[in-house]
Protein backbone atom coordinates (compact mmCIF):
# COMPACT_ATOMS: atom_id res chain seq x y z
CA UNK A 1 0.00 0.00 0.00
CA UNK A 2 1.95 2.92 -1.40
CA UNK A 3 1.22 5.80 -3.42
CA UNK A 4 0.26 6.09 -6.14
CA UNK A 5 -2.21 3.31 -5.39
CA UNK A 6 -3.46 4.23 -2.33
CA UNK A 7 -4.89 8.04 -1.83
CA UNK A 8 -6.13 8.80 1.82
CA UNK A 9 -7.35 11.54 0.07
CA UNK A 10 -10.57 9.10 -1.32
CA UNK A 11 -12.05 8.96 1.93
CA UNK A 12 -12.55 12.61 2.26
CA UNK A 13 -14.16 13.20 -0.56
CA UNK A 14 -17.22 14.51 0.64
CA UNK A 15 -19.55 15.43 3.76
CA UNK A 16 -21.01 11.66 3.55
CA UNK A 17 -18.19 9.69 3.11
CA UNK A 18 -16.51 11.72 5.94
CA UNK A 19 -19.54 10.98 8.12
CA UNK A 20 -19.09 7.17 7.51
CA UNK A 21 -15.27 7.04 8.59
CA UNK A 22 -15.46 9.15 11.49
CA UNK A 23 -14.07 7.78 14.43
CA UNK A 24 -14.94 9.62 16.92
CA UNK A 25 -18.83 11.13 17.97
CA UNK A 26 -18.97 14.32 20.50
CA UNK A 27 -23.16 13.35 21.59
CA UNK A 28 -24.90 15.59 24.13
CA UNK A 29 -25.10 12.61 25.97
CA UNK A 30 -21.37 13.02 27.10
CA UNK A 31 -22.00 16.41 28.41
CA UNK A 32 -22.48 17.89 32.38
CA UNK A 33 -22.94 21.16 32.71
CA UNK A 34 -21.52 23.61 35.68
CA UNK A 35 -23.55 25.87 37.80
CA UNK A 36 -22.51 28.38 40.30
CA UNK A 37 -24.94 28.61 43.44
CA UNK A 38 -25.52 31.79 45.45
CA UNK A 39 -27.27 32.80 48.56
CA UNK A 40 -29.88 35.76 48.79
CA UNK A 41 -32.85 36.12 46.07
CA UNK A 42 -33.11 37.84 43.02
CA UNK A 43 -29.04 37.19 42.14
CA UNK A 44 -27.91 36.78 38.20
CA UNK A 45 -24.67 38.30 38.45
CA UNK A 46 -22.77 37.20 35.04
CA UNK A 47 -18.61 36.25 35.75
CA UNK A 48 -16.74 38.81 34.07
CA UNK A 49 -14.01 36.29 33.16
CA UNK A 50 -16.80 33.55 31.81
CA UNK A 51 -18.92 35.35 29.83
CA UNK A 52 -22.54 33.40 29.85
CA UNK A 53 -21.89 31.70 32.83
CA UNK A 54 -23.39 33.63 36.34
CA UNK A 55 -23.89 33.18 39.73
CA UNK A 56 -27.57 32.83 40.65
CA UNK A 57 -29.35 32.55 42.93
CA UNK A 58 -31.88 29.32 43.71
CA UNK A 59 -34.91 30.68 41.41
CA UNK A 60 -32.60 31.34 38.56
CA UNK A 61 -30.89 28.42 39.11
CA UNK A 62 -34.03 26.03 39.19
CA UNK A 63 -35.12 28.05 35.44
CA UNK A 64 -31.60 27.09 34.03
CA UNK A 65 -31.74 23.83 35.32
CA UNK A 66 -34.83 23.35 33.40
CA UNK A 67 -33.03 24.57 29.82
CA UNK A 68 -30.38 22.39 30.53
CA UNK A 69 -32.69 19.68 30.43
CA UNK A 70 -34.91 20.85 27.78
CA UNK A 71 -31.49 20.13 25.73
CA UNK A 72 -30.91 17.46 26.83
CA UNK A 73 -28.20 17.37 28.93
CA UNK A 74 -28.39 14.47 31.09
CA UNK A 75 -26.44 15.82 34.30
CA UNK A 76 -25.09 19.09 36.09
CA UNK A 77 -22.42 20.02 38.74
CA UNK A 78 -23.34 22.38 41.23
CA UNK A 79 -20.81 24.96 42.86
CA UNK A 80 -22.34 26.81 45.84
CA UNK A 81 -21.42 30.18 47.06
CA UNK A 82 -22.34 30.46 51.26
CA UNK A 83 -23.86 33.37 52.53
CA UNK A 84 -21.04 32.83 55.63
CA UNK A 85 -17.50 31.63 55.60
CA UNK A 86 -15.28 30.32 58.41
CA UNK A 87 -12.53 28.28 59.34
CA UNK A 88 -14.60 24.94 59.62
CA UNK A 89 -16.84 25.41 56.45
CA UNK A 90 -19.71 24.76 57.80
CA UNK A 91 -22.39 25.44 55.36
CA UNK A 92 -20.79 22.86 53.47
CA UNK A 93 -22.24 20.32 55.51
CA UNK A 94 -25.50 21.75 56.70
CA UNK A 95 -29.22 20.50 55.75
CA UNK A 96 -29.78 24.22 55.45
CA UNK A 97 -26.50 24.99 53.10
CA UNK A 98 -26.74 26.65 49.99
CA UNK A 99 -26.34 24.30 47.69
CA UNK A 100 -28.41 21.39 49.90
CA UNK A 101 -31.37 23.74 49.24
CA UNK A 102 -30.41 24.19 45.61
CA UNK A 103 -30.70 20.53 45.72
CA UNK A 104 -34.06 20.18 46.74
CA UNK A 105 -35.38 22.81 44.70
CA UNK A 106 -33.56 21.29 41.38
CA UNK A 107 -34.75 18.09 42.07
CA UNK A 108 -38.50 19.07 42.51
CA UNK A 109 -38.73 20.82 39.66
CA UNK A 110 -36.81 18.66 37.10
CA UNK A 111 -36.34 15.37 39.07
CA UNK A 112 -34.48 13.40 35.51
CA UNK A 113 -31.89 15.58 35.60
CA UNK A 114 -28.85 14.02 37.15
CA UNK A 115 -26.93 16.65 40.62
CA UNK A 116 -23.92 16.23 40.67
CA UNK A 117 -22.12 18.01 43.58
CA UNK A 118 -19.08 18.88 44.11
CA UNK A 119 -17.31 17.92 47.57
CA UNK A 120 -14.81 20.30 48.49
CA UNK A 121 -14.52 22.95 51.50
CA UNK A 122 -12.53 25.65 49.79
CA UNK A 123 -15.94 27.54 48.83
CA UNK A 124 -17.11 27.69 52.49
CA UNK A 125 -13.67 28.56 54.16
CA UNK A 126 -13.32 31.78 55.31
CA UNK A 127 -9.18 31.01 54.28
CA UNK A 128 -10.28 29.45 51.14
CA UNK A 129 -8.23 26.25 51.12
CA UNK A 130 -10.27 22.99 50.55
CA UNK A 131 -9.48 21.37 54.31
CA UNK A 132 -8.87 22.44 57.95
CA UNK A 133 -5.72 24.38 58.55
CA UNK A 134 -3.24 23.04 60.87
CA UNK A 135 0.10 24.53 61.22
CA UNK A 136 0.02 26.42 57.92
CA UNK A 137 -0.82 23.48 55.74
CA UNK A 138 -4.19 21.89 55.40
CA UNK A 139 -4.78 18.61 57.48
CA UNK A 140 -5.74 15.51 55.42
CA UNK A 141 -7.28 13.23 58.21
CA UNK A 142 -9.43 15.98 59.73
CA UNK A 143 -10.40 17.14 56.56
CA UNK A 144 -11.65 14.12 55.44
CA UNK A 145 -14.10 13.62 58.13
CA UNK A 146 -15.78 17.02 57.29
CA UNK A 147 -15.92 15.74 53.31
CA UNK A 148 -17.55 12.78 54.53
CA UNK A 149 -20.40 15.03 56.06
CA UNK A 150 -20.16 17.06 53.63
CA UNK A 151 -21.18 14.45 50.94
CA UNK A 152 -23.73 12.40 53.23
CA UNK A 153 -26.00 15.94 53.27
CA UNK A 154 -25.79 16.31 50.06
CA UNK A 155 -27.22 13.27 49.59
CA UNK A 156 -29.69 13.46 51.77
CA UNK A 157 -30.57 16.53 49.74
CA UNK A 158 -31.13 14.50 46.87
CA UNK A 159 -27.61 14.61 45.30
CA UNK A 160 -27.42 11.67 42.47
CA UNK A 161 -24.08 11.49 42.37
CA UNK A 162 -21.10 13.06 44.54
CA UNK A 163 -17.65 14.18 42.68
CA UNK A 164 -14.95 14.88 45.99
CA UNK A 165 -12.76 17.57 44.35
CA UNK A 166 -10.07 18.73 47.22
CA UNK A 167 -7.53 15.72 46.61
CA UNK A 168 -7.28 14.19 50.27
CA UNK A 169 -5.83 11.07 50.48
CA UNK A 170 -7.98 8.67 51.46
CA UNK A 171 -11.32 10.59 50.62
CA UNK A 172 -13.16 8.54 48.37
CA UNK A 173 -12.97 5.61 50.81
CA UNK A 174 -14.12 7.96 53.22
CA UNK A 175 -16.86 8.93 51.38
CA UNK A 176 -18.01 5.52 50.38
CA UNK A 177 -18.13 4.13 54.04
CA UNK A 178 -20.55 7.24 55.05
CA UNK A 179 -23.09 6.62 52.31
CA UNK A 180 -22.88 3.13 52.79
CA UNK A 181 -23.05 3.03 56.33
CA UNK A 182 -26.61 5.54 55.88
CA UNK A 183 -28.61 3.67 53.27
CA UNK A 184 -26.87 5.57 50.03
CA UNK A 185 -25.00 2.82 48.93
CA UNK A 186 -26.35 3.73 45.15
CA UNK A 187 -25.07 6.95 44.78
CA UNK A 188 -22.01 6.97 42.90
CA UNK A 189 -18.71 8.08 43.99
CA UNK A 190 -17.27 10.73 40.81
CA UNK A 191 -13.81 11.26 41.90
CA UNK A 192 -11.57 13.90 41.06
CA UNK A 193 -8.86 11.40 40.82
CA UNK A 194 -6.02 13.51 39.09
CA UNK A 195 -6.31 16.67 39.84
CA UNK A 196 -2.92 19.10 39.21
CA UNK A 197 -2.52 22.74 40.96
CA UNK A 198 -3.50 24.20 37.50
CA UNK A 199 -3.05 28.03 36.64
CA UNK A 200 -6.18 27.71 34.19
CA UNK A 201 -8.53 27.40 37.52
CA UNK A 202 -8.47 31.32 37.96
CA UNK A 203 -11.38 32.45 36.43
CA UNK A 204 -13.15 29.91 38.25
CA UNK A 205 -12.10 30.79 41.66
CA UNK A 206 -13.69 34.47 40.73
CA UNK A 207 -16.85 32.70 39.87
CA UNK A 208 -16.69 30.27 43.07
CA UNK A 209 -14.64 33.36 45.28
CA UNK A 210 -12.72 30.28 46.38
CA UNK A 211 -9.36 31.86 45.78
CA UNK A 212 -6.67 30.86 48.76
CA UNK A 213 -6.26 34.03 51.19
CA UNK A 214 -3.18 32.48 51.77
CA UNK A 215 -0.07 30.09 50.09
CA UNK A 216 -1.63 28.39 47.08
CA UNK A 217 -2.53 24.41 46.79
CA UNK A 218 0.39 22.72 45.80
CA UNK A 219 0.29 20.39 48.85
CA UNK A 220 -2.46 18.90 47.93
CA UNK A 221 -3.14 19.46 44.44
CA UNK A 222 -0.60 17.29 41.51
CA UNK A 223 2.44 18.95 40.07
CA UNK A 224 2.17 19.13 36.09
CA UNK A 225 5.02 17.83 35.27
CA UNK A 226 3.53 14.28 36.76
CA UNK A 227 2.60 11.57 34.58
CA UNK A 228 3.34 8.29 36.47
CA UNK A 229 1.64 9.73 39.89
CA UNK A 230 -1.54 10.41 37.90
CA UNK A 231 -1.67 6.28 37.59
CA UNK A 232 -0.95 6.48 41.02
CA UNK A 233 -3.58 8.66 42.30
CA UNK A 234 -6.32 7.22 40.14
CA UNK A 235 -5.57 3.43 41.18
CA UNK A 236 -5.72 4.39 44.51
CA UNK A 237 -9.44 5.82 44.00
CA UNK A 238 -10.38 2.32 42.05
CA UNK A 239 -8.98 0.88 45.08
CA UNK A 240 -11.47 2.99 47.29
CA UNK A 241 -14.07 2.09 44.75
CA UNK A 242 -14.28 5.18 42.85
CA UNK A 243 -16.94 4.79 40.42
CA UNK A 244 -15.90 7.34 37.74
CA UNK A 245 -12.08 8.77 37.24
CA UNK A 246 -11.48 12.62 36.58
CA UNK A 247 -8.69 14.53 34.48
CA UNK A 248 -8.30 17.99 35.28
CA UNK A 249 -7.94 20.22 33.81
CA UNK A 250 -8.19 18.48 30.38
CA UNK A 251 -6.39 20.66 27.61
CA UNK A 252 -2.98 20.19 28.54
CA UNK A 253 -3.58 17.06 29.89
CA UNK A 254 -4.92 14.83 26.85
CA UNK A 255 -2.11 12.26 27.54
CA UNK A 256 -3.10 11.90 31.14
CA UNK A 257 -6.75 11.37 29.53
CA UNK A 258 -5.29 8.42 27.23
CA UNK A 259 -3.03 6.86 30.21
CA UNK A 260 -6.28 6.23 32.96
CA UNK A 261 -8.09 5.51 29.44
CA UNK A 262 -6.15 2.63 28.84
CA UNK A 263 -5.30 1.22 32.25
CA UNK A 264 -8.49 1.11 34.21
CA UNK A 265 -11.96 0.47 33.07
CA UNK A 266 -14.08 2.86 34.60
CA UNK A 267 -15.92 5.76 33.05
CA UNK A 268 -13.82 8.62 32.74
CA UNK A 269 -14.44 12.41 33.18
CA UNK A 270 -12.81 15.68 31.69
CA UNK A 271 -12.81 18.53 33.18
CA UNK A 272 -12.88 21.21 30.29
CA UNK A 273 -12.16 24.09 32.88
CA UNK A 274 -12.95 27.43 33.64
CA UNK A 275 -9.42 29.00 31.51
CA UNK A 276 -9.81 26.95 29.05
CA UNK A 277 -13.30 28.11 28.28
CA UNK A 278 -12.44 31.62 29.00
CA UNK A 279 -9.41 31.39 26.24
CA UNK A 280 -11.82 30.78 23.70
CA UNK A 281 -14.32 33.15 24.44
CA UNK A 282 -11.37 35.78 24.38
CA UNK A 283 -9.94 34.91 21.39
CA UNK A 284 -13.58 34.31 19.63
CA UNK A 285 -14.68 37.89 21.21
CA UNK A 286 -12.00 39.64 19.61
CA UNK A 287 -12.46 38.27 16.22
CA UNK A 288 -9.63 35.57 16.43
CA UNK A 289 -10.79 32.45 16.10
CA UNK A 290 -14.47 31.01 15.53
CA UNK A 291 -15.30 30.12 18.56
CA UNK A 292 -17.89 27.09 17.64
CA UNK A 293 -15.77 25.51 15.50
CA UNK A 294 -12.36 25.70 18.24
CA UNK A 295 -15.16 24.95 21.29
CA UNK A 296 -16.32 21.45 19.21
CA UNK A 297 -13.03 21.05 17.98
CA UNK A 298 -11.32 20.94 21.73
CA UNK A 299 -14.45 19.06 23.13
CA UNK A 300 -14.28 15.97 20.20
CA UNK A 301 -10.17 16.41 21.18
CA UNK A 302 -11.03 14.96 25.04
CA UNK A 303 -13.28 12.48 23.67
CA UNK A 304 -11.07 11.27 21.05
CA UNK A 305 -8.37 11.38 24.17
CA UNK A 306 -10.29 9.22 26.36
CA UNK A 307 -13.25 11.02 27.54
CA UNK A 308 -16.14 9.29 28.19
CA UNK A 309 -17.73 12.76 29.62
CA UNK A 310 -16.91 16.63 29.83
CA UNK A 311 -17.97 18.50 32.61
CA UNK A 312 -17.97 21.99 30.01
CA UNK A 313 -19.03 25.55 30.49
CA UNK A 314 -19.77 25.30 26.54
CA UNK A 315 -22.40 22.05 27.39
CA UNK A 316 -25.29 24.25 26.19
CA UNK A 317 -24.18 25.78 23.43
CA UNK A 318 -22.71 22.67 22.37
CA UNK A 319 -25.93 20.73 22.95
CA UNK A 320 -27.42 23.37 20.41
CA UNK A 321 -24.96 22.62 18.00
CA UNK A 322 -25.35 18.64 17.60
CA UNK A 323 -29.01 18.85 18.05
C1 LIG B 1 -12.72 23.18 44.08
C2 LIG B 1 -12.76 23.18 42.59
C3 LIG B 1 -11.99 23.97 41.70
C4 LIG B 1 -12.47 23.67 40.42
C5 LIG B 1 -13.47 22.70 40.57
N1 LIG B 1 -13.62 22.40 41.91
C6 LIG B 1 -10.98 25.00 41.92
C7 LIG B 1 -9.73 24.74 42.60
O1 LIG B 1 -9.35 23.61 42.90
O2 LIG B 1 -9.09 25.74 42.88
C8 LIG B 1 -11.99 24.30 39.14
C9 LIG B 1 -12.96 24.32 38.03
C10 LIG B 1 -12.65 25.26 36.91
O3 LIG B 1 -11.60 25.93 36.85
O4 LIG B 1 -13.49 25.32 36.03
N2 LIG B 1 -11.71 22.44 44.64
ZN1 LIG C 1 -11.43 22.93 46.87
Given at each position: ?20 V ?11 Y ?19 I ?63 T ?24 A?L ?16 L ?6 M ?32 Y ?15 R ?83 G ?16 A ?5
Amino acid sequence: MFFSEYRARRMRRNATIRRMVRETHLRVDDLIYPMFSAFGKGIKKEISSMPGIYQQSIEHIVAEAKEVHELGIPAVILFGIPEHKDPLGQDAYSETGIIQQTIRAIKAEVPELQVITDVCMCEYTDHGHCGVIKDGDVDNDATLQLLAAEALSHARAGADLVAPSDMMDGRVAAIREILDANGFSHIPVMSYAVKYASAYYGPFRDAAESTPQFGDRRSYQMDPANRIEALREAELDVQECADFLMVKPALAYLDILRDLKEHFNLPLVAYNVSGEYSMIKAAAEKGWIDGERVMLETLVGMKRAGADLIITYHAKEAARLLR
